[in-house]
């Protein structure tokens, strides 16, 4: 089957400009998280979705960012008035399940990455 | 709140040879799961392993294998018979129990020479 997908997989902005980045999760997958990569280091939490539910946004840094998964597959990254900060990659990964222990239910599977430079 | 320490920023293996990267976590749960990931330039996260804080034997994928030594609270990947393919960036990661993300350490950049 197929892995997870984004698009697109650059973007280049002008700073206060408006962006939406999508993720498609692995088939049936419940849970699908976002996470930023800043050049050079590990991913950062940003948010994740159990279903269509929003269940923790802990990680969003800032109220410019805003992350949507209404029919509990597809989810989209929105970042409003883009900064030079928010220059990174945007990393996208799904699992089967939330909450059970065990390689099959917790492996998160990733999507190859939005790269988005702000001038 | 856990925490992933990788203390090699860079690391060199001759083609064939064996190398180990290391990884020590910090948490207070007594269930947990401990992940590997290499990433390529190219950008993407592959799984690689995973290693379950109740089993009982290290485990292996391959030419990967996990030396868990829980009572150290350390997690190191052994890559053998290193590939050129093998150079990347390698990732040791955990589940955070305080929520459900994952969270990831600084990453070793591993370069495997001709």
């Known amino acids: 089957g197929a892995g997870v997908s984004q698009s697109p997989r650059y973007k280049v902005a002008k700073r206060g400009q408006d962006v939406a980045l999508r993720c498609d999760p692995i088939?049936?997958?419940?849970?699908l998280f976002w996470y930023q990569q800043a050049l050079g280091q590990g991913p950062e939490f940003l948010t994740y979705?159990?279903?269509?539910?929003?269940?923790?946004k802990s990680g969003l840094p800032s109220d410019r960012f805003f992350a949507e998964r209404p029919e509990g597959s597809v989810s989209t990254l929105k970042i409003q008035r883009t900064q030079q900060e928010d220059s990174a990659v945007y990393l996208c990964?799904?699992?089967?399940?939330?909450?059970?222990?065990?390689?099959?239910?917790?492996?998160?599977?990733f999507g190859p990455g939005t790269r988005l430079l702000v001038l | 709140a856990q925490k992933i320490t990788q203390t090699q920023p860079g690391m060199f293996v001759q083609e064939k040879e064996a190398v180990t990267l290391d990884c020590t976590y910090d948490?207070?749960?007594?269930?947990?799961?401990l992940f590997w990931y290499k990433q390529p330039s190219s950008g993407e996260m592959i799984f690689l392993i995973y290693?379950?804080?109740?089993?009982?034997q290290n485990a292996t994928e391959g030419r990967y294998s996990l030396n868990f030594q829980k009572a150290r609270k350390s997690a190191n990947l052994v890559i053998s018979a290193s590939q050129l393919g093998d150079s990347a960036m390698y990732f040791c990661?955990?589940?955070?129990?305080?929520?459900?993300?994952?969270?990831f350490g600084p990453g070793t950049r591993l370069s495997v020479l001709p």
């Open positions: 088939s049936g997958h419940v849970s």
């Open positions: 990661a955990m589940r955070n129990n305080y929520g459900q993300n994952f969270v």
């Open positions: 979705f159990q279903n269509e539910a929003q269940l923790d």
């Open positions: 948490t207070s749960d007594q269930s947990y799961g």
């Open positions: 290693q379950g804080s109740y089993d009982e």
């Open positions: 990964a799904s699992s089967l399940e939330l909450g059970l222990a065990g390689v099959e239910q917790e492996t998160q599977y």
